[in-house]
């Protein structure tokens, strides 16, 4: 049970080190400090009420800070957590923003190329791609480890519609992946 911190998740989703967009001002440093010194002065089951206390506080003072919290975390998983965000260094550009703008389209690719040839895998793929999102929408998608996860099943589907695509020779049907039509 203290490995599912669960309004923790949703209550860093706030936190302004964590904010790609603009607008989103949910907690002022000062509470930030202050929530961050009354957690380590307790337990996670003390902190876990903490965190939903201030997660109602938010949500209470701006009633659309849900749905602003999901759209900035939309970007941070689809695109580049706010570490990255405002990085326009070489590196940066051409080691991750360009990186995933090209997965983005290829994994779009592949989608259309599964939904077109394969119903059943493109639904799996949808829920599997709604499993992911869906979660840090709610909760937050700064940490780099999680965008990371995603990206290998990306590239995982990604290269299965490599395989399909340009590889399976459609003489041989015996050759084709387990998933075609069995799912």
């Known amino acids: 049970m203290s490995k ?11 936190v302004s080190e964590y904010q790609i ?10 509470e930030e400090e202050k929530i961050t010194n009354q957690i380590v002065a307790h337990d996670e089951f003390v902190g876990e009420h903490i965190y939903e206390n201030e997660v109602h506080k938010i949500i209470e003072a ?4 849900p749905l602003k919290k999901g759209i900035n ?9 706010k570490r990255y965000f ?11 923003k360009a990186y995933v703008v090209i997965i983005n389209i290829l994994l779009f690719l592949s989608l259309l190329y599964f939904f077109k040839n ?3 895998l493109f639904l799996f793929l949808c829920v599997v791609f709604a499993g ?6 709610v909760g937050h998608a700064a940490n780099i480890r999680f965008k990371l996860d995603f990206e290998w099943i ?15 020779n459609e003489k041989e049907p015996e050759t084709y992946l387990v998933f075609e039509n069995k799912i």
Request: aromatic share 20%.
């Open 118 to 120: 394969n119903k059943q």
């Open 154 to 168: 990306q590239t995982s589907v990604i290269a299965l519609w490599i395989c399909y695509r340009f590889f399976m």
């Open 62 to 65: 701006d009633q659309w800070a």
């Open 86 to 96: 405002d990085d326009n260094g070489l590196s940066i550009l051409v080691g991750r």
């Open 21 to 30: 967009l603009p607008d989103n001002h949910f907690i002022t440093e000062q």
């Open 73 to 81: 975390n939309l970007i941070s998983l689809w695109y580049v957590p």
């Open 132 to 137: 992911f999102t869906f979660p840090y929408l």
């Open 4 to 14: 599912s911190p669960v309004w923790q998740n949703v209550y860093l989703g706030y």
